[in-house]
């Protein structure tokens, strides 16, 4: 059987779909060191595309070191051509600039950490925190003697229920939601269950990285949505669906990182018909819902979806104590049965004592009148880099909520560059390819203002405008 390799993609760029296609193969240990690899006749045949295309996903294989040509006989794995890279630079920036890994940089040590969407933990009331965690050990003694149901803490899931449904008109059963470890695992639980190797995904362009990488991993054939201020353009979504049939669309339609875009309510309507008439499932990743500076944002997508098109995946991990890692996956049966599945072979379910303290902190008044706070605190945060970055002719969207804010150089600086002087400065942010399926956007970045305090923002901005210039 042929793979198509998607030449809706800009045609030069069906080289780099190729080149990553061939490099999985090698990783996978398809092609062992020093083995010839398929000749160019053979592969453009296989995947029906130009030779021309295959010869030029070769020339960038042997660019990267990952394979050396023999005379007249064709090309070859390169031994520990992985490593090879490695050992000639620094690893993280090797591994960000080449293996687009945002985990990777996530491991800088860094004073000025633009590169991490979290919250920063002095935001968090931790005082208040572990006094749940005390009344948790007194109301549920046994609690640590105990493991959760797989689908989680019955308590908590039928709490979650009643939160639904008064604030965004859920008709749900506590049996259609599912308590995981963050979203992250919600993720790649859904991939696992739903997606097999030449599966076609959409993913919205830019993205959060980690989700193209649990896709890829499944094999998946991805195309890219471009996701805009006003959100996507639906006759290229409707057009993608009717030739592709994807599997699914995994997107983040509110305060969606990295650019903070939100997708307007007429979209979300239209979009769950589309869904529903080609029979694409839509993993709707929500963290950031409640992070908002003015309007509440729109209702979520599985708000509008009778037909269950929708897997809906909230992750509460953003402002609620990340240590607990929890978030939550409503969907419909059967595919909530085989969610539950899925996750029972990989854990026996999230820890109990985690639920429990986040049951009771997330219903109590107190966080309520603590994110009232936070979101102030957050958009004065936001306030300040954009003050600090407005004399530079840097251009971005301002959010209206979120973590982010997703900027566009003048020029496409060398990002290797940027980023091994930044790290030697102490500073750490995202390379903008990172987030793009296609790997580009070289002239992006992506930078967060909610971990650092004010003052921080204000030197590591200024350190890092110096670097750039
Ligand atoms: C869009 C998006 N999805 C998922 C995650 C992962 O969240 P969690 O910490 O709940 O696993 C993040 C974290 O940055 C994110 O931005």
């Known amino acids: 059987m042929k793979k198509t390799v998607h030449s809706n993609a800009p045609a030069e760029k069906l080289?780099?779909?190729?080149?990553?296609?061939?490099?999985?193969?090698?990783?996978?240990?398809?092609?062992?060191?020093?083995?010839?690899?398929?000749?160019?006749?053979?592969?453009?045949?296989?995947?029906?595309?130009?030779?021309?295309?295959?010869?030029?996903?070769?020339?960038?294989?042997?660019?990267?070191?990952?394979?050396?040509?023999?005379?007249?006989?064709?090309?070859?794995?390169?031994?520990?051509?992985?490593?090879?890279?490695?050992?000639?630079?620094?690893?993280?920036?090797?591994?960000?600039?080449?293996?687009?890994?945002?985990?990777?940089?996530?491991?800088?040590?860094?004073?000025?950490?633009?590169?991490?969407?979290?919250?920063?933990?002095?935001?968090?009331?931790?005082?208040?925190?572990s006094s749940y965690v005390k009344k948790v050990f007194d109301l549920y003694p046994k609690v640590l003697g105990t493991y959760s149901t797989i689908q989680g803490d019955l308590e908590l899931r039928e709490a979650l229920c009643r939160y639904f449904t008064d604030e965004y008109y859920f008709h749900l059963d506590a049996d259609e939601l599912l308590i995981t470890a963050g979203?992250?695992?919600?993720?790649?639980?859904?991939?696992?269950?739903?997606?097999?190797?030449?599966?076609?995904v959409l993913i919205e362009r830019p993205t959060y990285s980690p989700a193209i990488d649990v896709f890829r991993r499944q094999g998946a054939d991805i195309l890219p949505v471009e996701i805009h201020p006003y959100g996507y353009q639906l006759e290229q979504v409707e057009s993608l669906m009717k030739k592709y049939k994807p599997r699914l669309f995994y997107l983040n339609p509110t305060f969606h990182n990295p650019t903070g875009y939100t997708v307007p309510p007429e979209q979300r309507k239209k979009l769950i018909e589309l869904a529903s008439s080609y029979q694409c499932l839509l993993i709707e990743d929500d963290p950031y819902r409640d992070i908002y500076f003015g309007q509440k944002p729109p209702l979520p997508l599985f708000s509008y979806d009778t037909t269950g098109c929708v897997i809906y995946i909230r992750s509460f991990s953003?402002?609620?104590?990340?240590?607990?890692?929890?978030?939550?996956?409503?969907?419909?049966?059967?595919?909530?049965?085989?969610?539950?599945?899925?996750?029972?072979?990989s854990d026996n379910g999230t820890p109990l004592?985690?639920?429990?303290i986040f049951l009771h902190y997330f219903f109590s008044e107190r966080l309520q009148q603590h994110l009232e706070k936070l979101r102030i605190a957050l958009e004065i945060r936001k306030n300040i880099m954009e003050e600090e970055l407005a004399e530079t002719g840097w251009k971005w969207s301002s959010p209206a909520g979120g973590f982010n804010l997703w900027i566009s150089l003048p020029e496409a600086p060398s990002m290797e560059k940027?980023?091994?002087?930044?790290?030697?400065?102490?500073?750490?942010?995202?390379?903008?390819?990172?987030?793009?399926?296609?790997?580009?956007?070289?002239?992006w970045i992506r930078l967060c203002y909610s971990y650092l305090n004010e003052q921080q923002l204000r030197d590591g901005l200024n350190r890092f405008i110096g670097i750039f210039r």
Not at 187 to 198: E, H
Not at 419 to 430: P, T, Y
């Open 183 to 200: 979203s992250q695992e919600a993720i790649d639980l859904a991939a696992r269950l739903l997606v097999k190797p030449r599966d076609t």
């Open 353 to 356: 004592l985690n639920q429990k």
């Open 318 to 345: 953003k402002y609620i104590a990340p240590g607990l890692s929890i978030a939550t996956v409503a969907c419909r049966h059967p595919l909530m049965k085989s969610l539950v599945k899925t996750k029972s072979l």
């Open 15 to 129: 080289y780099e779909q190729v080149y990553d296609y061939l490099l999985e193969r090698i990783r996978r240990g398809e092609w062992a060191a020093h083995e010839k690899l398929p000749s160019i006749r053979e592969l453009a045949n296989q995947l029906d595309v130009h030779r021309l295309t295959v010869f030029k996903a070769f020339q960038l294989l042997k660019l990267n070191k990952k394979v050396f040509v023999k005379d007249k006989s064709g090309y070859y794995v390169l031994p520990d051509s992985l490593m090879l890279i490695d050992t000639q630079q620094n690893p993280i920036i090797s591994a960000c600039v080449y293996e687009n890994s945002l985990s990777e940089i996530h491991q800088v040590k860094a004073e000025y950490q633009f590169s991490k969407a979290l919250l920063d933990p002095n935001l968090l009331p931790n005082h208040y925190l």
């Open 418 to 443: 940027l980023l091994e002087k930044s790290i030697e400065q102490s500073i750490s942010f995202v390379p903008g390819s990172i987030c793009d399926p296609l790997r580009e956007y070289h002239s």
